[in-house]
């Protein structure tokens, strides 16, 4: 019994999908002509490559939805500290949310300012940093803090020449910074916001078209509301984390569908795959995260012979496995991550 009904409820949730979508297609919506002009280099009369009024639908859909239903996160406040936002936007930038909202509150703990993280050494900071991954983020972090407190006293400067001055904030960093820390008017275009606007104002085929750059910019430069960019692009980032997934959009469920171009119309495709260094079946940066997970289990005086991590590695002391290892403990201690005794051939964390 219990099965035909799932059965039926599936059926009926088919021919919903199929029924709004046909609606969609059969709609006639006015084009948005920021679409039409950006695709044939056109502008509008009036100079303007959106259609205001086009926008304004969707800003109101965006904010409207949001209002009721933002994501509620550790450094999502109203007016954020901005060491906070710097740190939240590189955790953020290799690592899911969910890992940073249960990581963040410990490490501001421990480092609750510019001050405290520039004293940090580099095994206290790779150790802070524990199960987020991509340890080089870290001293990389620990480095921008110095940078801050030797240059501007402690408090992250607010523009964006200052900021692109610091050692490791890339664009988006520096524009998210800008936004979300200062309220300043900007874009904030991460992978998430260009994929979404990509769907919304182009009719997309499948979910890996994307808007070619100088329209994306051009688009991302017009939608916004002038003095709401941090809300905004919040917002965007929310709407396509929880509808706008890169795989799968959940279209059905989405707020802004009314306004989408490519609404139930993009068919799933799957990346190409990126090949990367590997050993034994395992990408490099795994090996690495795996030598550092061993090593931030000893205590700060404590060292690990060299014969012991092949062991609990599971490497032999055969070729090919002894150049591998050697090459990667080379990268480690190069970036700051590891130190070796040659003499004793044992290694710790960097301190
Ligand atoms: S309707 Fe679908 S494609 Fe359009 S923004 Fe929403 S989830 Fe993405």
Same mark, same amino acid.
């Given at each position: ?18 029924? $709004? +979508?046909?609606?969609? @297609? /059969? ?6 002509? !920021? %679409?039409? #002009? ?120 607010? $523009? +964006?020449?200052?900021? @692109? /001055? ?6 988006? !960093? %520096?524009? #998210? ?175």
């Amino acid at each position: 019994m219990l099965c035909r009904l799932l059965h039926l409820f599936r059926l009926l949730l088919h021919a919903v999908v199929r029924y $709004t +979508a046909s609606m969609k @297609r /059969s709609e006639k919506a006015p084009p948005i002509e !920021t %679409v039409a #002009a950006l695709r044939t280099g056109r502008t509008t009369a009036n100079g303007s490559s959106v259609d205001l009024t086009t926008v304004e639908r969707v800003q109101a859909m965006v904010l409207g939805w949001y209002a009721a239903h933002a994501r509620h996160f550790v450094w999502r406040v109203p007016n954020p500290d901005p060491y906070v936002v710097l740190v939240s936007e590189t955790m953020l930038q290799q690592t899911q949310t969910a890992r940073v909202q249960e990581r963040l509150p410990s490490f501001l703990q421990q480092f609750p300012d510019f001050t405290a993280l520039a004293a940090a050494n580099n095994a206290t900071i790779v150790r802070a940093w524990q199960g987020m991954g991509y340890n080089n983020r870290a001293l990389r972090l620990r480095d921008c803090a110095r940078a801050v407190v030797d240059r501007f006293a402690g408090k992250l400067p607010d $523009t +964006a020449d200052d900021l @692109r /001055s610091l050692p490791g904030l890339g664009p988006y !960093t %520096v524009s #998210a910074i800008l936004s979300f820390a200062f309220h300043r008017d900007v874009i904030v275009l991460d992978v998430n916001v260009q994929r979404l606007y990509s769907r919304l104002f182009l009719n997309l085929q499948t979910t890996l078209d994307v808007m070619p750059e100088a329209q994306l910019l051009q688009v991302a430069t017009e939608v916004y509301p002038r003095g709401r960019s941090s809300e905004w692009h919040q917002a965007c980032m929310d709407i396509a984390a929880e509808f706008c997934t890169a795989r799968s959009p959940r279209c059905l469920f989405c707020p802004i569908a009314k306004a989408c171009h490519s609404a139930f119309g993009l068919a799933e495709a799957a990346p190409p795959h990126v090949s990367e260094p590997s050993y034994r079946g395992k990408p490099n940066r795994i090996w690495r995260g795996r030598i550092i997970e061993l090593l931030r289990d000893l205590g700060p005086d404590q060292t690990m012979a060299l014969a012991e991590l092949r062991n609990r590695l599971f490497v032999t002391e055969e070729e090919p496995d002894v150049p591998w290892l050697e090459n990667i403990l080379r990268a480690l201690e190069r970036d700051g991550l590891i130190e070796r005794e040659q003499a004793t051939d044992r290694i710790r964390l960097h301190s």
